[in-house]
């Protein structure tokens, strides 16, 4: 037996209860990191004109995002945020004082801000043209890596009416790390979402180019609670609802998006009531089984990526988007309609609002030749030629925008689409007229 002095006892039990706190740390944590992971993914969806002008929309909302999120952000240093649309941004930053300006570079280069996609808009993937594409693309990726030194890795296309195997070689020649895609068939997403084949390597037929895609189990707005229920009664809601997400993929990590259409408009607000929840389920994670952060899309797709996980091959379109939603049916075709919907395709919006399709078309014929008599304008000394060409290639870019090419938009962000295309149409035409007239006359 040994024996110790009453001095030592003190110090016997520091260590005993240090070890056992280690070693319970150690469970806790290994426990823990086991655990799924819930990614939320805060974001907002600004259309480049629909129910409102491009304009209207950003004056009325899309700056009050923008701000809100940046002071949101340095509430809290684990909130995230994601941002796609470009053509919005740059009217910001051009307004943007130099503090403004330096808080986004420092929340860009902390992870806390993501910029994705890198368009000028959200393009359409089935009335565009692929120099149009192209056009939209370059002028977002440009003011990026202008004014943020900025390259994005990956494209969130949600709202599009259908996906084309096109933006599997796009994006892959481009350099992605993976697409997002939302607007798949119905009929198709039932039946990804039981065979755990949401994310798959998407095949391009042109060459031999292949992009990791995740498509969105569900919409991508914030998971819905019931009405007249409190934290922890939304925190066991929640988690039931991951889990069922959960099911639907081959790893241990979920996406789940945070936002919807022009949503943190008082981002403070709405981070709060998600931090509540978010810390609920953390502080007991043990017992709800999973945990939960806030992510942007590149902290997503690294955990994905590196979970050592397989995934399936497959190529095609994913075209014409059939939309049946609200669904009650167990598969999208039990009837000789889609859940009996007869207008459940997708498809108008191919031949819809023709003349302003034209006009588009027209349009992107008119900023071809400009780029092509640019040159010569160098020589000439004609400012007119750069304008125009500038004018012509924002003009081109927005009108690629889903709610703008297709048709779906509404009369006051229709009629704004035609007075853009008139007036980069006339100025594109007075530009050239000046270079003819030059040629001619030497």
């Not at 993501?114 to 009335?127: K, L, P, R, S």
């Not at 998971?223 to 639907?248: Q, R, T």
Request: hydrophobic share 40%.
């Amino acid at each position: 037996v040994t024996l110790t002095t009453p001095k030592q006892r003190p110090i016997s039990a520091v260590m005993a209860l240090t070890f056992l706190a280690l070693c319970f740390g150690a469970t806790l944590l290994c426990s823990t990191s086991s655990l799924p992971v819930v990614h939320l993914l805060p974001h907002s969806h600004c259309d480049a004109g629909y129910r409102k002008s491009f304009d209207d929309y950003y004056h009325s909302e899309v700056q009050y995002i923008l701000d809100s999120m940046l002071v949101a952000l340095q509430q809290r240093p684990d909130r995230r945020f994601v941002w796609e649309e470009v053509s919005y941004f740059s009217v910001w930053w051009g307004q943007a004082s130099q503090e403004e300006r330096q808080l986004v570079t420092t929340l860009v280069e902390k992870g806390q801000l993501e910029f994705i996609g890198g368009g000028w808009v959200m393009h359409d993937e089935a009335d565009t043209s692929v120099y149009a594409t192209l056009n939209q693309m370059t002028l977002g990726l440009q003011f990026l890596n202008e004014t943020l030194n900025v390259r994005p890795r990956h494209e969130w296309h949600i709202d599009p009416f259908g996906h084309s195997i096109f933006m599997a070689e796009l994006y892959s020649l481009l350099g992605y790390t993976s697409i997002i895609l939302n607007r798949v068939p119905d009929s198709v997403k039932q039946q990804m979402r039981a065979e755990k084949s949401l994310e798959f390597m998407w095949q391009s037929p042109f060459s031999e180019k292949e992009i990791f895609t995740h498509v969105l189990d569900m919409h991508y707005s914030t998971i819905e609670f019931p009405p007249a229920i409190n934290l922890e009664e939304k925190a066991a809601f929640f988690v039931g609802i991951c889990k069922e997400k959960l099911s639907w993929y081959t790893t241990d990590h979920v996406l789940v998006p945070f936002g919807n259409d022009f949503a943190f408009q008082n981002a403070s607000l709405d981070f709060a009531s998600m931090d509540e929840i978010v810390d609920v389920i953390n502080n007991n994670s043990t017992a709800y089984g999973l945990t939960i952060r806030y992510s942007t899309l590149s902290e997503y797709m690294d955990a994905v990526l590196s979970a050592g996980v397989t995934f399936p091959s497959r190529g095609g379109d994913f075209l014409p988007y059939l939309a049946c939603s609200p669904c009650d049916a167990t598969l999208c075709f039990e009837s000789s309609n889609p859940c009996g919907v007869a207008d459940a395709f997708w498809s108008g919006f191919y031949t819809s609002k023709p003349a302003q399709k034209l006009l588009s078309r027209v349009q992107d014929a008119s900023l071809r030749a400009l780029e092509m008599v640019r040159a010569l304008s160098l020589f000439l000394g004609n400012a007119n030629v750069e304008e125009a060409l500038v004018l012509a290639k924002n003009t081109s870019a927005i009108m690629q925008h889903h709610d703008a090419i297709t048709g779906t938009s509404f009369t006051e962000s229709y009629n704004d689409y035609n007075v853009r295309l008139g007036k980069a149409l006339t100025a594109g035409d007075k530009a050239t007229s000046f270079i003819k007239a030059a040629i001619l006359c030497s």
